[in-house]
C-alpha cells in the first residue's frame, strides 16, 4: 500500500480528538478538525445578536475545543504557529471536504450507536480507498463497521493513541474483521516512522493490551492496599521512579487521569472478559465507591486521593486521603529499609532483585505485586496478542514504565518469578513451563545488537522485527565498546562512526566526560570518519557538574577552578574545529552545559522532545562552557544591513538573562539555539541515533573539511554596554530582579558587547571565550552564587536571592 498523507480528518475536537489533531499538525499534516453544531445559544451569544444560523455560532464547539486544547499545559504542540495546518468546522456544512483526506479518525464520545451513526453519514463523503479508524479505548471494533461497504471495511481499523497525543508513544492498532494486512502493516510503520509512536498491533479484546494490563495493575494494587495496611504514600513511594515508573506512581497517576475514567474501563472489563481466571480483581474495592459516590474524581474536581487545600493565610498544601477513614489528614512521610538498599543502584533493571528480596513490608509488597502482574501476563497470551514483547512494548510506551512486565521477570529470574507465583497461590499459563523445560530461562536475550524474544507458537527464540531502524546503544554497548572511563562510554556504531555515550550522574559533565569527548574526537579523528555524542537516557545532560565547581569555589582553589573551565571550552570548540563532523543528539532536558555542547556541533539531531536552554543565571553564573561567546558570534552573523543591530544582540542576551528553556525542539529555532537549514528534528527519538549517525557519515562521504576558526566576530563595544547596563539598572529599580541577578547580568553583557571598547569590533572567539571564563570565575567568588549552587544541590531548584 503505496500511500502519503497529506491531509487527515479529525471527527471529534474534544480533548483527544485536539491532541490528536495537533499532533498531525506537528508533524507537518493539514488537518481537518470537525464537530457538531450546538442547538441552542449561549447567553454571550443572544447578547451579540447571534442566530444558529451564523458560522461563528455553529463552529463554536470545534473552535472552543481547540483553542481550551492550545492553551493547556503541557501545551499538545511542538510550536504555536503549527496550529495554522488545522482548519475547523462542523459536521453539517463541512463533512463534504472528508472526500479529500487520506485518512479519517473518529474521536466522538464512547458510545455504539452515536459511532455508527457517525460513521454511516461519513460513508456518503468518503472516497474509496480512504484510511479511516476510530480512536476507541474500549468499544469492540469489530461492531462499528458492521453494514458498511466492502472498501469501507477493508480500510477501517482500531488506532488508540494514549492521552496526551503528543507524549504518550503507545499507538495500538486494532484490525476489525475484513481490516486488510496492507493497511495495518501501512499503519504500523507510519506510527512508528511518521508519529514518533511505538505502534503495537492489538487483537480486538476488551481494554486492547496497555488498559487491560494497566488497569489489572492498578486495581491490583486497589485490593492489595488494604490487605497490608498500606498508606496511599506508601504506595506511591513503592510504585514510583525507584521501579522505573512516573514520579506520579500510582494514586497521583490516578487523580490525574480521573477515577471515572479508570472505572469506566475496569467496568468494562469485568462486563466483557467472563472468562479471565482474576475477574474479581476487576470490581471496585469500597473506597473507590466511596470515592465515585462523593465526586472525588482526581484533579477534575479538585481532589481524589490527594486534596490541596488552601490555608487561611493564602498557603497551600496538599493532604491524603485515609483509606480506612475516608477522611484527608496530613501527608505522611513513607520510608522502607529495602528501598534504602537500592539507593546506590543507578541502573533500575538491577534494583529489581534486591526488592523482591527485601525482608520488610516493601519485599512483601513487591513480592505480591509482581507475582500476580507475572501471572496475568502469562495468561493473556494468546488471548490479547500472539508475542509477548508487545506487552511489554504497550506498558512501556502507554504507561510510561521503563521495564515491562516480563523485562521485569527477566531482572527477578525465572526461577525466582515462579516461586513468588506459588507462594501467591496463583498459576502462570502452562507455555512458561514448556519454556523453562525446553531449557530456556529467559524471556528475551541480545545477540549481535539485536534483541530476541521467545517465540511462544514456535518453541524458539526469535528476532523482534522492525529493529533495523534503531541502534538500542544497550545492546550494542557490551560488543562494540571502543574505551570507556567513568563518565563515558564510546562505542562503534559501524561505517566508520562513533557515539560517545554519557554515564554519569543525570549526564551531568564534569572531568571525566570532558576526557571521554576529547578521546572520542582522537579517536574518530585517527581511524574513524565521524562522531555522534547521543544516549538512551531520561535526559541528554542537565549541565556541568555544579557540585565540582561548589567544592572548587568553597576551597577557593580559583586556579584549578580556571583550567576546569579551560578544559569545557577547549573541548566544545574541538567539536567545533576537528578535523571529522561532530553531531549532537539531544533529547528531554538539554541543558546548560548539555545545550552548550550541542552549540558546537557541526550539526544537531535533536528529538522533537528537547528542551533546550542556557539556564546557568539559576546557578548565579553565566554560561562558560562556551555559550555566552556563541550567543555573541550567532548575533554577529545575524547582523543585516541597515539592521539595528543592539536589538538583535538584545534578542539573543535575553535568552540567556531569563534562562530561557525551549518546550519543543521546534522552539529552539526561534531562541537561536538550533540554527534552520543546519539542524535536523526526529520525532521518533528511538530513531534518533541511528539518524545522527546517517547524517555524521553522509557528512564525511560528501568531503567534510575542518572550518576555519572565526576572527570576524562583530562586537559592538561600549554601545550595546551602556544599553545594557541602563536596562538591568530599570529592572533592579522596577524590582523586576535582584541586586544579585544585576551583577550577574551585567557580566553577561560585558562579554556579549565584547567589553568596553570605543567602536564596534571585529574580535576573535578566543577573545570572547577569555571574557567569559573571567566573567565566570569571578560571579563564583560571590557568596550569593555560592547560596544559589548550595541550593540547586540540595534542592533541585533556582533561589532567588
Known amino acids: 500500500m503505496n500511500k502519503h498523507i497529506k491531509k487527515v480528518a479529525v471527527i471529534g475536537s474534544g480533548i483527544m480528538g485536539s491532541g490528536i489533531a495537533c499532533h498531525f499538525a506537528n508533524i507537518g499534516v493539514e488537518v481537518l478538525l470537525l464537530d457538531i453544531v450546538p442547538r441552542e445559544l449561549t447567553d454571550r451569544e443572544k447578547a451579540k445578536g447571534l442566530s444558529l444560523e451564523d458560522k461563528v455560532v455553529r463552529n463554536r464547539l470545534v473552535n472552543d475545543s481547540l483553542t481550551a486544547s492550545l492553551k493547556s499545559k503541557p501545551s499538545p504542540i511542538y510550536h504555536q504557529d503549527f496550529a495554522r495546518r488545522i482548519q475547523t468546522g462542523n459536521l453539517e456544512d463541512d463533512i463534504a471536504k472528508v472526500g479529500k483526506v487520506d485518512w479519517i479518525i473518529e474521536v466522538v464520545v464512547e458510545r455504539l450507536d452515536i459511532k455508527k451513526k457517525v460513521f454511516e453519514n461519513l460513508e456518503k463523503y468518503r472516497k474509496p480507498g480512504t484510511l479511516i479508524t476510530s480512536n476507541t479505548s474500549g468499544i469492540p471494533i469489530k461492531f ?39 493497511v495495518l502493516d501501512f499503519l504500523n ?33 486497589f485490593h492489595m492496599v488494604k490487605e497490608m495496611d498500606l498508606t496511599v504514600e506508601e504506595v506511591d513511594k513503592l510504585t514510583g521512579p525507584v521501579i522505573g515508573r512516573p514520579k506520579s506512581a500510582t494514586f497521583r ?14 467496568n468494562g472489563i469485568h462486563d466483557n472478559c467472563k472468562k479471565d481466571e482474576r475477574l474479581e480483581l476487576f470490581k471496585l474495592p469500597d473506597f473507590i465507591d466511596t470515592m465515585m459516590k462523593n465526586n472525588w474524581l482526581g484533579s477534575k474536581t479538585g481532589q481524589g486521593f490527594y486534596n490541596k487545600i488552601r490555608n487561611a493565610d493564602g498557603s497551600s498544601e496538599i493532604k491524603t486521603l485515609d483509606l480506612n477513614t475516608m477522611e484527608y489528614r496530613a501527608n505522611k512521610r513513607a520510608s522502607f529499609a529495602t528501598l534504602e538498599l537500592t539507593k546506590t543502584i543507578d541502573r533500575v533493571a538491577d534494583r529489581f532483585k534486591v526488592l523482591v528480596s527485601g525482608k520488610d513490608k516493601a519485599g512483601e509488597f513487591y513480592r505480591k505485586s509482581f507475582a500476580a502482574l507475572f501471572a496475568y501476563v502469562s495468561h493473556r497470551i494468546p488471548e490479547i496478542t500472539d508475542e509477548l514483547y508487545k506487552i511489554d512494548d504497550a506498558m512501556k510506551a502507554g504507561f510510561g514504565w521503563e521495564h515491562g512486565p516480563f523485562q521485569i521477570w527477566d531482572a527477578v529470574g525465572l526461577e525466582k518469578g515462579l516461586e513468588m507465583i506459588k507462594a501467591e497461590g496463583l498459576e502462570p499459563a502452562a507455555w512458561v513451563h514448556d519454556m523453562k523445560t525446553a531449557g530456556i530461562t529467559s524471556f ?32 550494542i554497548r557490551k560488543t562494540k565498546e571502543v574505551f570507556k572511563n567513568s563518565g563515558v562510554v564510546i562505542e562503534d556504531l559501524g561505517d566508520g562512526i562513533l557515539n560517545v555515550e554519557f554515564q554519569s550522574k543525570m549526564n551531568t559533565i564534569g572531568g571525566d566526560v570532558l576526557a571521554g569527548l576529547n578521546k572520542g574526537i582522537d579517536l574518530a579523528e585517527k581511524d574513524f570518519q565521524g562522531l555522534v555524542v547521543g544516549n538512551q537516557a531520561a535526559n541528554f545532560s542537565v549541565g556541568a557538574n555544579i557540585g565540582m565547581i561548589f567544592m572548587m569555589a568553597v576551597e577557593q582553589e580559583y586556579d584549578e577552578l580556571n583550567m576546569a573551565i579551560k578544559m569545557f571550552q577547549d573541548t566544545m570548540m574541538r567539536m567545533r574545529y576537528s578535523s571529522i563532523p561532530t553531531i549532537a543528539a539531544p533529547h528531554g532536558m538539554a541543558l546548560g552545559g548539555g545545550c552548550e555542547l550541542s552549540l558546537h556541533a557541526d550539526k544537531v539531531v535533536a528529538a522533537a522532545e528537547t528542551y533546550m536552554g542556557l539556564v546557568e543565571f539559576g546557578v548565579g553564573v553565566i554560561p562558560g562552557g562556551g555559550g555566552s561567546k556563541e550567543m555573541a558570534l550567532r548575533a554577529s552573523d545575524t547582523f543585516k544591513k541597515n539592521d539595528v543591530e543592539l536589538n538583535v544582540l538584545q534578542e539573543y542576551f535575553l535568552t540567556i538573562g531569563m534562562a530561557k528553556v525551549s518546550t519543543s525542539a521546534y522552539e529552539a529555532f526561534d531562541m537561536g539555539i538550533l540554527q534552520k537549514g ?64 544585576k551583577k550577574i547580568a551585567n557580566k553577561l553583557a560585558y562579554v556579549m558587547a565584547g567589553g568596553d571598547l570605543s567602536e564596534a569590533t571585529l574580535v576573535s572567539e578566543q577573545y570572547l571565550l577569555d571574557l567569559e571564563r573571567e566573567a565566570f570565575l569571578s560571579l563564583c567568588t560571590e557568596r550569593k552564587t555560592l547560596e544559589r549552587i548550595q541550593h540547586m544541590l540540595k534542592t533541585g531548584k533556582p533561589l532567588r536571592n
Open 253 to 266: 497517576t490516578v487523580d490525574v487521569v480521573g477515577l471515572d475514567t479508570l472505572v469506566h474501563v475496569a
Open 444 to 475: 528475551y536475550a541480545v545477540k549481535e545488537g539485536s534483541t530476541y524474544y521467545y517465540d511462544i507458537p514456535k518453541k524458539a527464540v526469535e528476532k523482534i522485527p522492525g529493529q533495523d531502524a534503531f541502534i538500542i546503544l544497550d545492546n
Open 678 to 741: 543546519k539542524d535536523v528534528i526526529v520525532v521518533n527519538k528511538d530513531r534518533q541515533i541511528a539518524i545522527a549517525k546517517s547524517h555524521a557519515k553522509l557528512m564525511a562521504e560528501t568531503g567534510y573539511t575542518q572550518p576555519p576558526k572565526r576572527t570576524d566576530v562583530k562586537v559592538l563595544g561600549k554601545q550595546a554596554l551602556g544599553m545594557f547596563l541602563v536596562g538591568t539598572d530599570a529592572m533592579q529599580v522596577g524590582k523586576y530582579i535582584s541586586e544579585h541577578d
Open 144 to 182: 462499528m463497521s458492521e453494514g458498511r461497504s466492502d472498501d469501507f471495511q477493508k480500510h477501517f481499523c482500531g488506532t488508540h493513541f494514549f492521552n496526551p497525543a503528543r507524549y504518550l508513544k503507545l499507538f495500538e492498532i486494532i484490525p476489525g474483521p475484513n481490516t486488510s494486512p496492507e
Open 189 to 221: 510503520g507510519y506510527g512508528e516512522k511518521f508519529l514518533g509512536k511505538t505502534s503495537v498491533v492489538a487483537k480486538d479484546t476488551p481494554a486492547f493490551i496497555g488498559n487491560r494490563i494497566g488497569i489489572f495493575s492498578i486495581q491490583s494494587l
